[in-house]
């Protein structure tokens, strides 16, 4: 019977995953140190246990159809003062992430009527499914690839937001969808259906026969405002809809001056006047000649109803070549495991300069540079293996 690996506890293995395979791609001893010896990182990073929380929210509100916003705040309170988790600069801290989270929460739900996301039984989330990708074969067979998507949505066939396709009466009442939800410090590619390319969700439609695979993407920022900052409305204003998107022309003590776009900003500008150089005028006449401008074109919003948080949806189908050609690449990362196990070689292959450059990765300072002090602090050895460790999220 074929087999991955055998870990240290004497247990066979025999799933792989997406996850998995990006470890040996990237390096086989990467893989080996984290599927077979079992190390893992301390779950110190506050991006990852924001990321759980706000999924777990937004699965509430869909199966309570309520209170996805005070779900949030009830699973992320308990890491309130916890002093061991780590922030990036764009998170800062605890108090900044919980702003962001009921923000995000609030913007979901005021998009979610436009979204494919079904409340209720339209909308199926954390399934797992399993494939084994060499029937029959006596030297892989029974060994599966396995994936547990964050939501398989049924939605209306000519939903607008879906790429457009002549769906045939026999192909169901409802068209399936992939939803896989990330939180991220930059933008979504906003080009439509170019999410169809991405290898995640290739493999994903590989391993469940769905062509339609999508991103619902929540782009984390901080909360200060400035002269061009991006940001959505959280509540109808002037003639802004909750959420639709403005930009800053004018940050107030409270709140700001939005318009539509940065076209409009330089109107503004102009109103405000320029020097001989074609600087901006900053003469005192020149500042009430734009606040003026301001006051009759542009519109005033409360910080409160504001926020530099951001939801993106993008959706592509995903040809059944380029499924197919994902599903290979799951084969080949398999064939290359079982013979780096039989072979009981796992070779060194992260680097230190583009395009891999892995110093500032907590592994190889551990295990490649030996850091024997820095290992003890933020590493441990468990001993259940986690099939779906979470991806390093986009932009940290």
């Known amino acids: 019977m074929a087999l991955l690996y055998v870990n240290t506890k004497g247990e066979a293995h025999r799933k792989h995953s997406y996850s998995a395979g990006l470890d040996f791609d990237r390096s086989p001893y990467l893989y080996y140190l984290k599927r077979i010896l079992g190390w893992k990182e301390k779950d110190r990073k506050g991006s990852f246990k924001f990321g759980r929380a706000l999924e777990q929210a937004i699965e509430f509100h869909h199966d309570n159809q309520r209170g996805g916003v005070e779900k949030f705040i009830e699973l992320w309170a308990p890491f309130k003062d916890d002093k061991e988790i780590r922030y990036t600069k764009t998170e800062k801290d605890w108090e900044s992430l919980n702003r962001a989270g009921i923000e995000m929460m609030k913007l979901y739900l005021i998009r979610l009527p436009l979204l494919p996301i079904p409340l209720g039984g339209g909308s199926v989330f954390q399934r797992e499914y399993s494939k084994e990708v060499f029937e029959g074969d006596p030297n892989y067979g029974e060994i599966h690839f396995a994936g547990k998507l964050d939501i398989v949505a049924y939605v209306d066939p000519t939903h607008p937001l879906l790429p457009s396709v002549h769906w045939k009466p026999e192909y169901g009442l409802l068209r399936p969808l992939v939803i896989d939800i990330k939180t991220s410090a930059v933008d979504l590619a906003e080009r439509p259906g170019i999410v169809a390319y991405d290898k995640q969700l290739r493999i994903y439609s590989w391993l469940t026969g769905i062509r339609d695979v999508s991103f619902l993407w929540f782009k984390k920022a901080s909360h200060t405002l400035s002269k061009g900052s991006s940001v959505t409305l959280l509540e109808d204003t002037g003639p802004f809809k909750a959420g639709s998107e403005a930009v800053v022309a004018q940050v107030g003590d409270d709140g ?36 003026n401008w301001l006051k009759e074109n542009a519109t005033w919003a409360t910080e409160s109803v504001i926020t530099k948080q951001r939801l993106q949806f993008n959706a592509g189908f995903v040809t059944a070549e380029s499924a197919d050609d994902a599903g290979k690449i799951a084969a080949s990362q398999i064939i290359r495991i079982v013979n780096a196990w039989k072979d009981k070689s796992w070779p060194q292959w992260m680097g230190v300069r583009y395009p891999t450059d892995d110093q500032s990765d907590g592994f190889f300072r551990a295990f490649i540079l030996n850091d024997v002090n820095f290992r003890d602090e933020n590493f441990k050895q468990h001993e259940e293996e986690n099939l779906f460790d979470e991806e390093p999220e986009e932009g940290e």
Do not use: C, P, W
């Not at 940065?262 to 009430?288: F, W």
């Open 256 to 291: 700001a001056y939005l318009v539509l776009n940065d076209t409009v900003i330089e109107l503004m500008n102009e109103a405000q006047g320029r020097k001989e150089d074609g600087s901006i005028d900053q003469t005192k006449a020149a500042k009430e000649r734009k606040l």
